[in-house]
DNA sequence: GGAAACAATCGCTTTTCACGATGGCGCCGG
DNA sequence: CCGGCGCCATCGTGAAAAGCGATTGTTTCC
């Protein structure tokens, strides 16, 4: 008796449903069809379509100038036809939404670059896409590992399937008290025997102190901590010298501090590599996208402040 | 630096959110085109279909044997994508319950009707379509309309834009205290003068006394009432004798009370018709569509009842 | 009786859909 | 290291459909 029904679910085109919704609103197929662009005879078959799939008419034709009117079968299917389009409209604006950079971005970080590059990274991308939400991590430096990060900032290789590009050089030098070394520069193996405060043996920390025993130069480490403050602190304070990376001597805003002076090393220890990590292989966000261009500007700035060589013009 | 964005929300298709959601979870394009039945190609330029309406990638291919995997753009379209899909299905699952005769219809009767027609229609319609939604309601007899009714049983011509169909003929006949009258075929004439109970001048009423006058006999209304019962207990006390309609007397029972006896009249007054009436130009639910023919059968059985000549088959 | 408003229908062109075959790419086992 | 293998993209093709303009048919109103 009835028509066939429903074949699939994707039997139905939203096209359809729009056009419906359209003829309900307007009271005609041919105002619909101004509305929609289309003309009276495509909106004519494109309901013909939709009542194809829904097996029955969804409107009664009076014939004459009188409005068109709704059958049960068609209030049935502009009811719930309604809220499809709406849900796809949402779906719309949020695709809209994701592609102008909102949305979630996760970023793993460490110390120095907590300090230094990211405040000018978050400022930026939060100017450019106000309704963004960056959510930053700093992980124990111990087992830095991408887990569900977008980005993370890391100053060595990491293990998985991780691609990076790198940020900047960032050189080793020595942080003494004022008056220890008389040199700029200072030689490796002056610091034979001489008394050290440093980082923990994490991230990099062990491949610099290698490159000192393979000088031949021997340094005792007198106190380890984390915390950078601490650190010059101790070197205020006469216990030794240390050998940190600038980033993060410039992130303690040492090289103004009276007490302190800054050296480089003779030869220098090869520089750590400051790195942002993604999983190898995936799309970006829009958001990640530009979060990685933003993060080597700022980095390609911050080595000109260090070494203002050459002059880079930036938008 | 993004390509276009989402144009209309019609551009979005149902079968390219199907094509992914069958491709997430199967892992594989291939896979997916299996399930939905489609080539693999095929399958391959929905997604990037799907991938030009969103403005992006929405899948990872990592090439060889590895699965794609869902960019953060996919994930957003994924998540939208169901609900729609689920919206989708619930549409047509409703629709599919509409076609099978499930949904609600409003049917509004009058007396006779209500007790002798519509159980029998009601029982059969919940028999053939257990969810289905039956409202009646019993109008005032003066003012009978259509309103928001999808069915009106009603005896007479009605306002409106109205379609009907005719259930039954519903002569008139005479109920009378045992042992009024002798013959079983009472001219119409004996009752000029004769003491009548009788309903109040609505529906029918006023065209049947009419006959009445026009055939010369003015029988003296002692009281009048739509309740049927009080009229036949009337009767029964001999305040008079009453003329009914068929319908009426066999739904009071009337026709197996010892005290009473049911004449006809001579000539016969023309009958009133019980009539199906609908809003003109109306597609019928399914229901409705079927309670109609279920009335009309019922309505023809009955006929078979009161004069069993012809004999007709039903199921 | 004719004009006006409206939807259905008919050809027609252009676009899209789905397919099968082919090609390129990354993994894996010999 | 070098072919198989699994996978997706692409190309060419035929069928289907979308959309359009013009026309027809129907109803209402003047």
Known sequence: ??????????????????????????????RA??????????????IAALERSVGGPVFDRPGGPRPVRITPLGALVLEHGRELLAKAAALAEAVDRFQAGEGRIDIGT??????????????????????????????????PQIGDLDLLFYDGPLDGDVEHVKLLDDPYLLVARRGTFSEHSVPLGRLDGAPLVAWPSTCDQPRMEEAFTRAGA????????????????????????????????????????????????????????????????????????????????VASDLADVRLPRRRRGRS
């Open 33 to 46: 069809a101004a509305r929609l662009g289309y003309t009276q005879s495509t909106v004519s078959q494109q």
């Open 1 to 30: 008796m009835t028509g066939s029904t429903l074949g699939a679910v994707t039997d139905l085109e939203l096209r359809h449903l729009a056009a419906m919704a359209a003829v309900v609103e307007e009271g005609s197929f041919g």
């Open 110 to 143: 460490f110390q120095s670059v907590s300090t230094v590059i990211l405040p000018v990274v978050v400022r930026r991308l939060r100017d450019e896409h106000p309704g963004c939400d960056i959510r930053l991590s700093e992980e124990e430096p111990e087992a």
């Open 218 to 297: 021997n340094p005792k480490i007198v106190f380890r901590t984390a915390g950078n403050e601490t650190l010059l602190s101790m070197v205020r304070a006469g216990m030794g010298s240390a050998v940190l990376p600038w980033l993060a001597i410039h992130a303690a805003d040492a090289e103004s501090d009276d007490r302190l002076r800054v050296h480089e090393l003779r030869p220098a220890i090869s520089p750590r590599e400051i790195c942002l990590h993604w999983r190898a292989g995936r799309t970006h966000s829009p958001l990640a996208a530009r979060a990685i261009e933003i993060a080597v500007e």
